[in-house]
């Protein structure tokens, strides 16, 4: 049987006859040939053409739904009680291109101007370099940018943009190719917060950055004409990211970036498409919802404004801004109130529904919901792009359980601007050709601390909430609406 046939019998549609079709699919050899026959009186005709673009692993979906055991290694929205979503990156869907030049630019321009950088940084655009890649770390004293196995072993690396021959990558962090500091590293992420000797380069904000950290190393080893013992550079690249990312920088219009986002918002940010906003409100009627961004409440709501309409925050049970994640999942940082943008006092009389907080803990907000539902225990999801800060640190250190918003699961297939030669896949790789592919750290972590993951929220929009997805509980079946290239 084909696998997109077996998708639409997983979807176990609600209409009349559908378990006499089901067994009737899935005992017939040659069903695949009469599959729009079955479905078209029963209207499942748009159903059909949504499964053709589903690759799932033959043994996870060869069961019914009438087996427990197969409902239970499935994903669905219907089995929360409530569901909560991440700002940047989930519901506003950035421009990537204009967003990542934006980034690199003001960022290169304040290391020539303010940090006597030469003046060659400001001359490759992101466009012309294959050097882009999710995830990357760097070595911030040695100049070198690493990627790493599920192990935690480097499978490639680069001095500057130059990338390193395996032998060069023995020979200075070991036969076994591990440097220590970057074990357990999303551990390490979430627990410490002295000085690292690294930096993860873990999401969207924060990738054209690297693209510069690495023109830096390239610009003073030509400077010196050669390679340094080493670089001191991190701490004016911190003070770039001060400068550009500050707290402030949104209602004082400084620092170059928010400022270009006030001036022409459609150019880096799509406002939502009609079905997710109608996705959001069907699932708001069926189920409490909340928003929980690390944006700060001046940002964060003219943002969400901007993407999902004045009337947005009808759309969510609360609001939480300012939410310094990771942290908020592990530490117990008080809930502030807010007197419009100003955070004022602690909340201490428990949180109230309709409105927005700043900063908070995972602690009194599941208390606020578990009260709301009239459950001791209500299950609660949280969907969001930071594979450390909304996937792992909740999965890990909480009871909520999330959905990983992962671009890159399109992007290698369509050969976007997410996808580098010089660095290979996002979900997978190996050391030198020949060797067999691992998982990568980012795979591994969001194949064992998300439900499913999916490129955007409008790949399941048009799906009703009730429907039910293969999860990760089947190897890399959560995936979806497809398995990433490299699996």
Same mark, same amino acid.
């Given at each position: 049987?084909?696998? +997109?046939?077996? =998708?639409?019998?997983?979807?176990?549609?609600?209409?009349? @006859?559908? /378990?006499?079709?089901?067994?009737?699919?899935?005992?017939?050899?040659?069903?695949?040939?009469?599959?729009?026959?079955?479905?078209?009186?029963?209207?499942?005709?748009?159903?059909?053409?949504?499964?053709?673009?589903?690759?799932?692993?033959? $043994?996870?979906?060869?069961?019914?739904?009438?087996? *427990?055991?197969?409902?239970? %290694?499935?994903?669905?929205?219907? !089995?929360?009680?409530?569901?909560?979503?991440?700002?940047?990156?989930?519901?506003?869907?950035?421009?990537?291109?204009?967003?990542?030049?934006?980034? #690199?630019?003001?960022?290169?321009?304040?290391? &020539?101007?303010?940090?006597?950088?030469?003046? %060659?940084?400001?001359?490759?655009?992101?466009?012309?370099?294959?050097?882009?890649?999710?995830?990357?770390?760097?070595?911030?004293?040695? @100049?070198?940018?690493?990627?790493?196995?599920?192990?935690? $072993?480097? &499978?490639?690396? /680069?001095?500057?943009?130059?990338?390193?021959?395996?032998?060069?990558?023995?020979?200075?962090? @070991?036969?076994?190719?591990?440097?220590?500091?970057?074990?357990?590293?999303?551990?390490?992420?979430?627990?410490?917060?002295?000085?690292?000797?690294?930096?993860?380069?873990?999401?969207?904000?924060?990738?054209?950055?690297?693209?510069?950290?690495?023109?830096?190393?390239?610009?003073?080893?030509?400077?010196?004409?050669?390679?340094?013992?080493?670089?001191?550079? #991190?701490?004016?690249?911190?003070?770039?990211?001060?400068?550009?990312?500050?707290?402030?920088?949104?209602?004082?219009?400084?620092?170059?970036?928010?400022?270009?986002?006030?001036?022409?918002?459609?150019?880096?940010?799509?406002?939502?498409?009609?079905?997710?906003?109608?996705?959001?409100?069907?699932?708001?009627? *069926?189920?409490?919802?909340?928003?929980?961004?690390?944006?700060?409440?001046?940002?964060?709501?003219?943002?969400?404004?901007?993407?999902?309409?004045?009337?947005?925050?009808?759309?969510? !049970?609360?609001?939480?801004?300012?939410?310094?994640?990771?942290?908020?999942?592990?530490?117990?940082?008080?809930?502030?109130?807010?007197?419009?943008?100003?955070?004022?006092?602690?909340?201490?009389?428990?949180?109230?529904?309709?409105?927005?907080?700043?900063?908070?803990?995972?602690?009194?907000?599941?208390?606020?919901?578990?009260?709301?539902? @009239?459950?001791?225990?209500?299950?609660?999801?949280?969907?969001?792009?930071? &594979?450390?800060? !909304?996937?792992?640190?909740?999965?890990?250190?909480?009871?909520?359980?999330?959905? +990983?918003? &992962?671009?890159?699961?399109?992007?290698?297939?369509?050969?976007?601007?997410?996808?580098?030669?010089?660095?290979?896949?996002?979900?997978?790789?190996?050391?030198?050709?020949?060797?067999?592919?691992?998982?990568?750290? #980012? =795979?591994?972590?969001?194949?064992?601390?998300?439900?499913?993951?999916?490129?955007?929220?409008?790949?399941?929009?048009?799906?009703?909430?009730?429907?039910?997805?293969?999860?990760?509980?089947?190897?890399?079946?959560?995936?979806?609406? *497809?398995?990433?290239?490299?699996?």
């Amino acid at each position: 049987m084909s696998l +997109a046939l077996k =998708a639409l019998v997983l979807s176990r549609q609600s209409y009349p @006859g559908w /378990s006499h079709i089901t067994k009737c699919l899935l005992t017939c050899s040659r069903a695949t040939v009469f599959l729009e026959d079955f479905i078209k009186p029963f209207h499942l005709h748009s159903t059909w053409l949504k499964c053709q673009q589903l690759r799932f692993v033959h $043994s996870s979906l060869s069961v019914g739904f009438e087996d *427990k055991g197969s409902v239970n %290694s499935t994903f669905s929205f219907a !089995d929360y009680d409530v569901i909560g979503f991440d700002l940047d990156h989930t519901i506003a869907k950035y421009k990537l291109l204009p967003t990542f030049e934006l980034v #690199w630019s003001i960022l290169a321009d304040f290391l &020539v101007k303010n940090r006597n950088y030469p003046p %060659s940084l400001c001359q490759t655009p992101v466009v012309s370099t294959d050097f882009l890649s999710k995830g990357l770390i760097v070595d911030k004293a040695r @100049g070198n940018f690493l990627k790493l196995s599920h192990d935690h $072993s480097i &499978v490639r690396a /680069s001095h500057g943009t130059t990338r390193m021959t395996s032998d060069e990558i023995r020979h200075i962090y @070991g036969t076994n190719r591990i440097w220590e500091p970057v074990m357990n590293l999303a551990d390490r992420l979430c627990y410490q917060n002295q000085i690292q000797p690294f930096f993860v380069f873990k999401d969207n904000f924060v990738i054209a950055p690297a693209l510069t950290c690495a023109q830096i190393v390239d610009a003073l080893d030509k400077e010196q004409g050669k390679s340094s013992i080493c670089y001191d550079f #991190w701490k004016d690249v911190y003070d770039g990211f001060m400068y550009m990312f500050q707290r402030d920088a949104f209602i004082k219009q400084v620092g170059g970036y928010f400022p270009a986002i006030q001036r022409d918002i459609s150019t880096y940010i799509n406002p939502c498409d009609t079905n997710l906003r109608k996705w959001l409100d069907d699932l708001h009627s *069926k189920k409490k919802t909340y928003l929980l961004t690390g944006s700060n409440v001046d940002y964060a709501s003219y943002l969400a404004e901007f993407c999902l309409g004045p009337k947005w925050k009808d759309k969510f !049970d609360l609001i939480i801004t300012y939410a310094c994640k990771p942290g908020f999942f592990i530490a117990n940082r008080p809930f502030l109130n807010l007197d419009g943008i100003n955070e004022t006092s602690v909340v201490k009389e428990g949180l109230q529904p309709g409105r927005i907080y700043s900063q908070g803990n995972w602690q009194e907000l599941h208390t606020f919901f578990a009260q709301l539902v @009239g459950k001791s225990k209500p299950k609660i999801l949280y969907i969001g792009d930071s &594979v450390l800060e !909304d996937v792992f640190a909740p999965s890990k250190f909480t009871s909520c359980e999330s959905v +990983a918003v &992962v671009q890159e699961i399109v992007s290698e297939e369509s050969s976007g601007l997410l996808t580098s030669e010089m660095w290979g896949s996002y979900f997978s790789d190996c050391l030198s050709d020949g060797e067999k592919s691992e998982n990568t750290l #980012w =795979a591994d972590l969001i194949m064992k601390h998300s439900q499913i993951a999916i490129p955007d929220l409008e790949s399941v929009t048009s799906f009703p909430v009730d429907q039910r997805y293969p999860s990760f509980k089947n190897g890399p079946n959560g995936f979806f609406p *497809k398995l990433p290239k490299m699996f």
